[in-house]
């Protein structure tokens, strides 16, 4: 058994883009935030528009990671990881049988928060990344450089899985995480990521959880770049540790 864990603060929406809006088709993208005795799990995942059932996807790869952080108790997430990302895609196919994989194909980030250490994986595009207490940025990234536009995600059978890893890094060296769909990475540079961070906690910090969600889904709502048709995903994380 676990002592009881300290869980970090959060603030995550999600809002349907102009290009679905105009179809009068739901949101695709999805995330959920689950606390656990061993700690918490954040994930964003933004099922492909072009696909049928990408938001039957999206959910489903949500709760694939609790399941298979649930069945490893969270706290074991970094030995064998191979096999425990093979099994989020094993849990993924089971919540959408009987649909065609292929019609269901999502991206998928999260982050695993535990009294030590945070971790996170990404699969697809989008945006997953670390503001260290030092000011440095860390991302997810293979061979250290960036690569957005990515077709990886789960239900794509033409290729293999390219996971991108995030640490372990040391929570006490953690300002915050962020976890974002292309329809907002895709308009945030780089180099502006720690100051949207900090902005973030310090803006969001003395709010309940509700008063959260609202301002940060209002601020999506009226996202500054105006022709920007994908629907938009955003959740920070951050620990009492966070200086």
Known sequence: MHGKQTKPH?????????????????????????????????????????????????????????????????????????????TIEQKWLARIHPHNPNDCMTTCLFCVYTEDNWFGAQLGDGFLGALLNDGNMV?????????????????????????????PLPAKDVHSIILATDGVSDDIPLGSYPMLLEELVNEYQPLNQMKRYQLLRRELVDWPTPHHLDDKTLLALWSNKSK
Do not use: I
Request: hydrophobic letters at 35%; glycine letters at 12%.
């Open 10 to 86: 959060y603030v995550g929406a999600s809002v349907r883009g102009p290009s679905n809006a105009a179809r009068n088709k739901l949101k695709q993208d999805a995330w959920n935030v689950f606390n656990r005795s061993w700690g918490t799990l954040g994930v964003v995942c933004d099922g492909l528009g072009s696909k049928s059932k990408s938001r039957t996807g999206a959910l489903a790869a949500c709760l694939a990671v609790r399941d298979m952080l649930n069945q490893v108790d969270g706290l074991d997430m970094h030995s064998n990881l191979g096999t425990h990302l093979k």
């Open 139 to 167: 991302a997810c990234s293979p061979d250290g450089e960036l690569a957005f536009n990515l077709t990886n995600g789960l239900g794509d059978s033409s290729q293999a899985k390219t996971w991108r890893t995030l640490g």
